[in-house]
């Protein structure tokens, strides 16, 4: 069974105004367990309202959003709210780390709010870290890192919680090509080690090949 699965979506802006954009029609895709997929567009083909849809940050105007097989489009707030934090976690081009809290505490803290119990939250955060190679850098705050460093405490956030699902958006478009291609190297081992599946979208053809399969976003449709 597909770990993610969008069938039909639309999705347009400024719906009824001479500005309205129609950026998604009748998208569909799979992700399949431990899969990594490249979701490959240029700039403003809609790459962010699309991971938006499938992380249950946005709803779409048609479609279906279903992970684990679980229809997400209807169930009521309360229950996507608990879906979005528990079988989703976002990567963004930028870090969006707690700038007064370390690098240990920005994944120890969405732990926290799930229930889990301070010291096995803070042995998942060391363990984390380790995993991508900062184990160091704990006590460190955002700015006191390096942008590559900031990326890699941003994915042990995202898996803090054990998601199903890891969704990035452009997660080392920040940085300059030769860290780019580090870090998004440390972003795959951390992925295939954990056996997660992921969707990752980037315009890097170089970093789309290193995916499992590359999804091509056009006109709206997916390819
Ligand atoms: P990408 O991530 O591929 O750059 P986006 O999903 O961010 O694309 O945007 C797709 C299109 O939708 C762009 O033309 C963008 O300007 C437009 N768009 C995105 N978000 C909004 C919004 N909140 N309101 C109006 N237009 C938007
Ligand atoms: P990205 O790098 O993810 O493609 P964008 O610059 O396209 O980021 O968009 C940043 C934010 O602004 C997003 O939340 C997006 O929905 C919103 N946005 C993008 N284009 C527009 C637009 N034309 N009008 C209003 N909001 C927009």
């Known amino acids: 069974d597909a770990v993610l699965e969008l069938n039909g979506i639309a999705k347009a802006y400024n719906k009824g105004t001479p500005g309205e954009v129609m950026v998604l029609r009748d998208a569909a895709l799979r992700v399949q367990p431990g899969e990594v997929v490249a979701l ?67 994944i120890v803290l969405p732990q926290l709010a799930n229930g889990i119990r301070r010291r096995d939250a803070e042995a998942r955060a060391r363990d984390l870290l380790g995993r991508v190679g900062i184990a160091a850098r704990a006590d460190h705050r955002p700015a ?64 789309a090949a290193r995916m499992d399969r590359t999804l091509r976003l056009e006109n709206g449709r997916l390819a």
């Open 40 to 106: 490959v567009a240029p700039s403003g083909a809609g790459k962010s309202t699309l991971l938006h849809i499938a992380g249950l940050l946005d709803t779409p105007d048609a479609g279906t959003v279903a992970i684990n097989g679980q229809d997400m489009t209807r169930l009521p707030d309360r229950k996507r709210t608990a879906a979005r934090r528990n079988d989703v976690g976002f990567v963004y081009q930028f870090h969006h780390l707690l700038p007064e809290f370390t690098a240990l505490e920005n």
């Open 144 to 207: 006191a890192l390096s942008g590559g460093e900031q990326q890699r405490v941003a994915f042990c956030r995202a898996l803090a919680n054990a998601p199903r699902i890891l969704l990035a958006d452009e997660p080392t478009g920040n940085l300059d090509p030769a860290t780019s291609d580090t870090v998004f190297g440390t972003l795959m081992e951390l992925v295939k080690g954990t056996g997660l599946s992921a969707l990752i979208a980037t315009h890097n053809m170089a970093l």
